[in-house]
């Protein structure tokens, strides 16, 4: 959880700080200054997204310092939901491959994060008998 949550704070500063790395990072061709066309956003949907990662992350590393199981075990759903959406939207053309890395990362975090608490919990319970 804590490592997740830095790579997410992490690339969330990226964004803030240097939107057309991110960019790249996505599989995305960075614009070069001012070449962007009147009513593109797409800097204004990087500024919103790269703060909401830059929040999960801290969300993610305070919950792995508290230990708190509960948010652990909602992130499981959600993260394979993201992992269905990202992962759809490269399969139906509206997001570049590099999007897929989104979805994998996230359905790989998920499935290690419920591997972790099932063995927490078989531990537990073998520790109790």
Not at 13 to 25: I, N, Q, Y
């Amino acid at each position: 959880m804590a490592v997740f949550g830095l790579l997410a704070a992490a690339l969330g500063v990226v964004g803030l700080v240097s939107p057309d790395a991110l960019l790249a990072l996505m599989g995305f061709d960075p614009i070069p200054g001012g070449g962007r066309a009147d009513g593109d956003h797409t800097l204004v949907f990087l500024t919103a997204s790269s703060m909401a990662a830059l929040n999960m992350g801290v969300y993610y590393i305070l919950a792995a310092l508290a230990d708190w199981k509960a948010f652990f075990r909602w992130t499981v759903p959600f993260r394979l939901l993201t992992c269905a959406v990202f992962t759809l939207a490269v399969v139906t053309g509206r997001a570049p491959s590099g999007f897929l890395g989104v979805g994998l990362w996230e359905g790989l975090g998920a499935l290690v994060t419920w591997a972790a608490l099932r063995h927490e919990d078989r531990a537990r319970t073998k520790a109790v008998a």
